[in-house]
């Protein structure tokens, strides 16, 4: 039986045919790889381990050139980063090759805090937009190149080795518009709006005394939520065009993330389908606008109007007009983008500042104390309901552990230098609020008692003479704190490099948007 089976192997080795081109082809790719993995290993270890008081983070070994991690964070990123994170361990700051472009990651308070300080770059950049609007919403690339070429910052005065013209200040001028729109008279007018159209909504939900499970909270709620706000924000001609326009962007919303990695339409073809519909309501509902709004139109309040929707959005409709090489086309893109961002991240957060309210009875009971004690009246105070305590906190709690956000850097002119690493210029950094938001060394959890993964309520109190209350393990008082009635305190302060809900709190008019509108609902 032996001597058969030698027979047989060395039947095949004789005539196995060792001149095939596939053949050679083959083992000249397996040693491909094998090198590409081997390489990249040895890089990695040689950097990760380096005491250079300068250097550029470690790439993650890859096996396969040129695409790199692609796959992986391209399909399944969740599975992706859970067993990437338990590789690295400790290393904070490393690079992903996902199809030859070098994508930088940083974690780690000690890390964070440094960006927050740093001035050494203008750290944002119109670069990041020009990648999002050009995959995720489809504008044109003679108008993306606008931005792309817009170096000056969001800063009122440009930066100084900027060449650009005012009117072609894109970062600057989209920024000032939303903040805008989304404070004082302009988040004022937004709320009063998206209230009485949500309370509308909610009345014809017909909801009856029985009970009826639904699959999908989340799905439930979404609807008037965003339709409530997309005509807050834009009128009612987008729904009125078409009447699929609220169920058409909820769908688009999962194709976000592949749209951005550059997924193919032959890969994702319902994504660019949705995509493209949407668009055309956009730019139908704009070309209405144009035709039809006049100045009488404006409501008394000076803000909105049932062609545009409001001030922001008309002074949008003017600036965006003026920019070097743009037409309706790219304006409509760009008012697109707006809609999606106005959206992003403030109905999920509300709904579960709801979900864990009235799971516990005890801190709905709470709620409603506070909500009384406050004693609006008929007048009702915006200030006075942001500035509630438990509503505080429960909300940055629901932000801290159910809101996934990942920051993303980017500088011009210069690289970035955070501590002993250095982030190229012109790449893409991104800081995932994830790991700092479940650093078991840092939150407070009252020994054990409210893990890290886990909702508290009063997680961001300061009780008065509790020393084991408020935020943080390493900073916990014994400071009398509290009013008169010895109430606790919200404290977020001190507490910047490891709760990054915003990113740059000062650069993000979101803020107040998404608290208002998470304590309303």
Request: aromatic share 14%; hydrophobic share 40%.
């Amino acid at each position: 039986m032996s001597s058969f089976s030698f027979q047989n192997v060395r039947a095949i080795v004789v005539d196995f045919p060792w001149n095939s081109p596939i053949l050679a082809f083959g083992v000249l790719a397996i040693c491909l790889l094998a090198a590409t993995n081997l390489i990249t290993r040895i890089s990695y270890k040689v950097i990760s381990s380096s005491r250079d008081r300068v250097k550029t983070p470690p790439t993650v070994p890859y096996t396969i050139p040129f695409i790199g991690h692609a796959v992986g964070f391209g399909l399944d990123p969740a599975s992706f980063f859970m067993r990437l994170n338990i590789w690295l361990r400790h290393q904070q700051t490393f690079c992903l090759k996902v199809m030859g472009t070098d994508i930088y990651f940083v974690n780690g308070r000690k890390n964070l805090s440094q960006i927050w300080k740093y001035r050494g770059a203008s750290i944002t950049s119109p670069g990041v937009p020009a990648f999002f609007i050009d995959r995720v919403f489809g504008m044109a690339k003679y108008a993306v190149k606008a931005y792309e070429l817009d170096d000056s910052g969001t800063n009122a005065l440009p930066d100084l080795r900027s060449n650009v013209a005012p009117h072609n200040r894109l970062d600057h001028l989209t920024h000032v518009g939303f903040a805008k729109l989304l404070s004082g008279d302009g988040l004022a007018g937004l709320y009063g709006r998206w209230a009485e159209d949500f309370a509308t909504r909610l009345q014809n939900l017909n909801i009856g005394e029985d009970w009826v499970e639904d699959a999908d909270i989340m799905e439930y709620w979404a609807h008037p939520l965003v339709s409530a706000l997309n005509k807050a924000l834009a009128g009612p001609l987008l729904e009125v065009i078409d009447q699929d326009f609220t169920r058409d962007f909820l769908k688009f919303l999962p194709y976000v993330p592949p749209l951005m990695k550059g997924f193919p339409r032959w890969w994702i073809p319902e994504g660019y389908r949705l995509r493209t519909r949407l668009t055309k309501t956009v730019q139908q509902w704009q070309r209405i606008a144009r035709a039809c709004f006049k100045e009488s139109d404006i409501d008394g309040d000076g803000d909105s109007d049932p062609w545009w929707g409001c001030k922001a959005v008309r002074e949008r409709q003017a600036f965006l007009g003026r920019v070097d090489n743009w037409d309706h086309d790219a304006v409509a893109s760009s008012d697109f983008g707006l809609i999606w961002g106005a959206n992003q991240n403030v109905h999920w957060a509300a709904v579960w500042t709801v979900v864990e309210v009235f799971k516990d009875e005890s801190l709905l009971a709470r709620v409603r104390e506070e909500l009384q004690d406050a004693n609006f009246g008929s007048n009702f105070d915006i200030d006075k309901l942001l500035s509630l305590p438990l509503l505080n906190s429960i909300y940055a709690e629901v932000m801290r552990l159910r809101v996934e956000v990942q920051h993303v850097l980017y500088s011009k002119h210069e690289d970035i230098r955070i501590n002993e690493w250095r982030f190229p210029k012109q790449r893409i950094v991104i800081v995932p609020a994830g790991p700092a938001h479940l650093d078991e060394d840092f939150w407070n959890s009252r020994d054990g008692k409210y893990p890290v993964d886990t909702f508290w309520a009063d997680r961001f109190l300061v009780y008065p003479k509790d020393p084991f209350s408020g935020p943080s393990k390493k900073n916990l008082t014994s400071v009398d704190v509290g009013d008169d009635r010895g109430r606790p305190k919200y404290k977020e302060s001190g507490i910047a490099s490891s709760f990054i809900p915003y990113g740059y709190v000062d650069n993000c008019p979101l803020v107040e948007e998404i608290r208002l509108l998470n304590y309303m609902y």
